[in-house]
């Protein structure tokens, strides 16, 4: 009888498939998408995304930066556990930035609060699924994939003393209390909002303008849309 790999064999395979190849590719080969019965969906490919990923742990890079990972509970507008861990990663330039952003905070009082980062496309297509379409406008089309899945978008608050800010909505509202353009909310939820805007703007992030929690890195392009688990990432 021939003894089958174990279990623990396998990420330091992965790993060197990882580095070896663009993330698009392997995530392909991995992730299986489609397989598993149901009309296939391709991980989109951008032949504009030819940076080589370099995904970090945010927690690990700046032990600064405090994680509430939303999708890790089931304390999210889909209302189940989405990712199996509670974890936060990113492109390197990207998590590098994020910790700029986190010492200009810390100079006015504030901490940064992650709700997400690294998403796997997997998600977004179950995502995409399962949000009826006329709320659709907050999430990624899994057809050209989320810049989260690039590891280029930062969901984020602000914490003081580790008590979460109140900002113009929650976290994943998905009504028009979310948007930038919205005046409505409280002038100290808008004042914050804003003066993170401005820290991550100094930084290289793009705001989006129907969620004041997301962010994207200005590079985003350059980076492929990827399907490795969140479990499954090696990030240094
Ligand atoms: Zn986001």
Known sequence: ???????????PT?????????????????GGCGARGGPALALPQDPQATATPDLVDLARLDPRLRLDIRYATPANFMGRVLYPVSRAVAQRPVAEALSKVQTRAEAAGYGLLIFDAYRPWRITKAMWDQTPPEKREFVADPRTGSRHNRGCSIDLSLHRGGVEVTMPSPYDDFTPAAYRSNTA????????????????????????PNEWWH??????????????????????
């Not at 909310?185 to 989006?208: I, K, T």
């Open 1 to 11: 009888m021939t003894a089958l790999p174990s279990a623990t064999a396998l990420p």
């Open 14 to 30: 992965r790993r060197a498939v990882l580095r070896g190849l663009g993330a698009g590719v392997v995530a392909g080969v991995l």
């Open 185 to 208: 909310a409280p002038p100290q939820a808008l004042a914050l909002s804003r003066m993170l805007e401005g820290w991550m703007v100094a930084e290289g992030f793009a705001p989006l």
């Open 215 to 236: 962010y994207d890195w200005a590079e985003w392009r350059r980076y492929p849309v990827m399907d490795v688990p969140l479990e499954d990432v090696t990030a240094g």
